[in-house]
T-cell receptor, first 113, second 115 residues
Framework: DTAVSQTPKYLVTQMGNDKSIKCEQNLGHDTMYWYKQDSKKFLKIMFS???????INETVPNRFSPKSPDKAHLNLHINSLELGDSAVYFCASSQGHPTYEQYFGPGTRLTVT | GEDVEQSLFLSVREGDSSVINCTYTDSSSTYLYWYKQEPGAGLQLLTYIFSNMDMKQDQRLTVLLNKKDKHLSLRIADTQTGDSAIYFCAESTMNYGGATNKLIFGTGTLLAVQP
């Protein structure tokens, strides 16, 4: 009965590789998000999709490409990985109006060597 | 700017009250949130407060909002060792046509509860 799930939980890869992280929510929410948490625990939004439409796109390198095949799934593909991409990536979903509470997945720890 | 400030660290003894403070920046924020992050886990929504409220109580948690000073606090009564975690406040900014809002998270406060 997991609400927001992500795979994989850990990802170790070398510089220059391409990798994907998958996210699924079974809460029936219309909006999903990707966040990046750096080593100092600073959390920043990257993208948000509402009903498969991109609505928030922060200043993120275009090596990062989100894809939403349906409103229950939001995947993150990263090309040409760099050392600075090492972080924990969180997926979240939101029930929308009026309180817009966001519910987070367990995170994917990406380590680029 | 978009900086939401929190003190980095708070240490309390089990059974005492904990007060975690947050200063936010956007006076038009409609909702403000508190999240808890345990080691190796995702963020758990604890509570939220609407901007026209001064206070909200939810079991051991009390949220106080001073909109004039843009100051938010979270009080945890009878703090337990299981409350040890990082606590994040977040303000909501910009409503994208009602589809979502954008959360700006604080820097996080590490709460250490001593037995």
């Amino acid at each position: 009965d997991t609400a927001v799930s992500q795979t994989p939980k850990y990802l170790v890869t070398q510089m220059g590789n391409d990798k994907s992280i998958k996210c699924e929510q079974n809460l029936g929410h219309d909006t999903m998000y990707w966040y990046k948490q750096d080593s100092k625990k600073f959390l920043k939004i990257m993208f948000s999709y509402n009903n498969k439409e991109l609505i928030i796109n922060e200043t993120v390198p275009n090596r990062f490409s989100p894809k939403s095949p349906d409103k229950a799934h939001l995947n993150l593909h990263i090309n040409s990985l760099e050392l600075g991409d090492s972080a924990v990536y969180f997926c979240a979903s939101s029930q929308g109006h009026p309180t817009y509470e966001q519910y987070f997945g367990p995170g994917t720890r990406l380590t680029v060597t | 700017g978009e900086d939401v400030e929190q003190s980095l660290f708070l240490s309390v003894r089990e059974g005492d009250s904990s007060v975690i403070n947050c200063t936010y920046t956007d006076s038009s924020s409609t909702y403000l949130y508190w999240y808890k992050q345990e080691p190796g886990a995702g963020l758990q929504l604890l509570t939220y407060i609407f901007s026209n409220m001064d206070m909200k109580q939810d079991q051991r948690l009390t949220v106080l909002l001073n909109k004039k000073d843009k100051h938010l606090s979270l009080r945890i009564a009878d703090t337990q060792t299981g409350d040890s975690a990082i606590y994040f406040c977040a303000e909501s900014t910009m409503n994208y046509g009602g589809a979502t809002n954008k959360l700006i998270f604080g820097t996080g406060t590490l709460l250490a509860v001593q037995p």
